[in-house]
């Protein structure tokens, strides 16, 4: 039995309104006004709006027009097309609508966190060198705008054929090695990509006259430039910054837990690839006639750099802080234990005593 | 049931109505609009986001439901997938290029050059931030129906791209001073290009507009702006210990927590000096906007202000947040009850907007995080 109400219509040509009369029969919905009749079939219309005391209703074949009706028409329509305008037909198809939704959240998330990782590898290993060597001497050139370069040439002059003595035989795959110290007390050092390797004021004065243990944390920074783990990083968080890119604009909540999920996954393979330099650093301590262990007696003395200034002495305030350089690395102790299971017997160190000492004070007289 | 059938086109009667028949307002309430920003905001964590095309355009909907002149309300007609396929296209054809020359620039270029290529880069993108704003309100505007008829939004974006910075260059050089022409400005060139079907609106320099003491209000709120922030940090100066103050030594955390606790009465002071200017923008904005034969008007008070500030951030801070669409809601029902209509426009006139609808929108916007949810 057909179902009537009376509404108002706006054909969607002009702006004026219509009294209408709506009929729900069996086969659509029916629409008479003075001038016009119009038949909407169920599938066609769309429910804008529903409220207390009145509904509008669209037709995707007149996409413009609405028919205004009383509430109670929204039952009618809901009774007479169930398949469409059912009662839950609405949430069915938002549901729908959200479960791939979350399924596409999940792709992007496993393609970006394992996907990109999992690639990082082979890609740097396919990327050009020369091109990687230029992408480091551009970021080393940016650092030292902030972190000044402190040593000068004659200790770097010293210090650059050892270290890519130690490239060559450690089969790094790098010719070129350019070693820079830069004046920061924490004492740290690290490998960016193309060969560039960093080493802080702060590691000479905490390595003092220990030129072995020097040469040990450069022989892990050339497994670093050998493992390529520079430019493998870059591409990580290019990953990583496109994610947080399709989450801008987004909840503050979903963002932060982009960001802790990318920042576990960076720690996770940071310390997968340190490991991995260690074994590198030893290996190439080996070749070059140096006892791996020495490794060991740095971990020791920049452990005890950081813990052994008075606490009240504020101008060591960031020195007593846990040095980046561990702070991201496997535990201490194991390393400490594993570089020590490898000590052997060494020749002479490649540079004498007194060059060692231009190099350890590079940056000690240099305040210009 | 056979397909969609018409029959016998008419022309419609005319149909006058006097604006003092046409009350304006919004009737929203503030239980829908909240739950809608719960739900949002948990399906967003769970979809990466990607829910907040669909979140923005429940809202949108139900806003625009809500709000009504006469016995008619508004309606919004876009779609959560036409906001996604915009932000996708802008973000493969925009943001990833953008982002991937900056990297680029960094990683191959030394220091000296690459202040060459990163400024024009980044003046470029203060541009595109005017373009995608204006390309946000015409797909904003494409979607919204009263009676059975499209608004549109004509004019050139580029346009209003350059104005806008050209405008943002101008307001810094004076100190902020051409700030509310700027604004002004701005508007004009969104409403003189924006359509209601074939009628088009028109930003007029009527006098119950012009008489709104634009630049009064804005010098006590640049004064008060500039008193307030004078004295907070010369209060912070002497209560720090003044010039033995060293800000690199002093990092613990009472100093942080009284630093914030004193930006409490300053941002206080200084909105209460912003108010007036507040409402007197918004109004001279409103009184400025003519269509069909109508004058807009709008009562809005700076009282109105200071009390929707006060209890939109209390009604943040106790919704932990998601209640930033109530929020949102709270400030467009304010404007749009103090609305009202002068004149008299012929609904019969008036025919459907003839002027292209973009297919999908606002992706630059939300690329760039411009996007409000209104």
Known sequence: ?368 | MSEFTQHMASSAPGERVSGANLPVGNRSKILAMLWIGFYTTILNIFTLTIFRFWGRTHFRRRLWADTYAGEETIEYTGRGLELFVGFLIAIFTLMIPFVGAVIAAQLLLGPDLLFLVIIPLYLALFIIIGVAIFLARRYHLSRTRYRGIRFAQTGSATGYGFAAFGYGVLTAITLGWFGPEARIRLSRRMWDNAYFGSEKFSFTNNEAATSEPVYASFALAWVGGLVGYGVWAGWMFLSMGGEDFDPATTQDVEFIIRLYASLIPLIIFIGLAMAWHEAVMIRRIIKSLEVGGVRFSSRLSTFDIIELTITNVLLLIFTLGFGFMAVQMRVWRRIANRMSLDGEIDFGAIKQNEHLAPSQGEGLADGLDLISNF
């Open chain 1, 1 to 368: 039995m057909a179902r009537r109400f009376e509404g108002r219509f706006f054909d969607g040509e002009s702006a004026s309104t219509t009294p209408a009369v709506a009929i729900f029969e069996t086969g659509g919905l029916f629409i008479e006004t003075p001038a016009r009749q119009f038949a909407w079939p169920y599938r066609e219309i769309a429910v804008l709006d529903s409220q207390a005391t009145e509904c509008r209703l669209g037709a995707r074949s007149a996409p413009d027009a609405v028919l205004v009706l009383p509430a109670a028409a929204r039952d009618a329509l809901a009774e007479y097309a169930k398949d469409h305008h059912g009662r839950h037909a609405g949430a069915r198809r938002l549901g729908a609508a959200v479960a791939v939704m979350i399924a596409t959240a999940a792709l992007i998330t496993a393609i970006l966190f394992v996907g990109v990782p999992a690639a990082s590898g082979p890609l740097a290993q396919a990327t050009p060198k020369g091109f990687e060597q230029r992408i480091g001497a551009n970021m080393a050139a940016q650092i030292q705008t902030v972190f000044r370069r402190c040593a000068s040439d004659a200790s770097l002059d010293l210090l650059t054929p050892v270290i890519e003595e130690m490239a060559a035989t450690g089969d790094v795959g790098f010719e070129t090695i350019r070693i820079n110290i830069v004046r920061t007390s924490a004492p740290n050092a690290f490998a960016l990509p193309g060969g560039q390797v960093m080493a802080t004021s702060g590691l000479l004065d905490a390595l003092g006259d220990d030129q072995e243990a020097f040469l040990a944390v450069m022989a892990h920074e050339l497994g670093h430039v050998r493992n390529r783990d520079g430019l493998r990083a870059f591409y990580r968080n290019a990953g990583l910054g496109l994610l947080l890119e399709i989450v801008t604009g987004g909840s503050g909540l979903a963002q932060q837990a982009v960001l802790i999920a990318g920042q576990l996954t960076q720690l996770r393979h940071t310390r997968t690839q340190e490991a991995a330099a260690d074994e590198a650093a030893y290996e190439i301590m080996a070749r070059a006639g140096l006892d791996p262990a020495a490794l060991a007696r740095a971990f020791v003395a920049i452990t005890a750099s950081v813990g052994e200034d008075d606490e009240n002495d504020d101008e060591n305030a960031d020195k007593r802080k846990m040095p980046n350089w561990l702070k991201t690395h496997p535990d201490t102790d194991e390393r400490i234990a594993a570089a020590k299971a490898r000590a052997a017997s060494t020749g002479d160190l490649p540079l004498r005593a007194s060059d060692w000492a231009i190099v350890r004070d590079a940056c000690r007289h240099d305040d210009g």
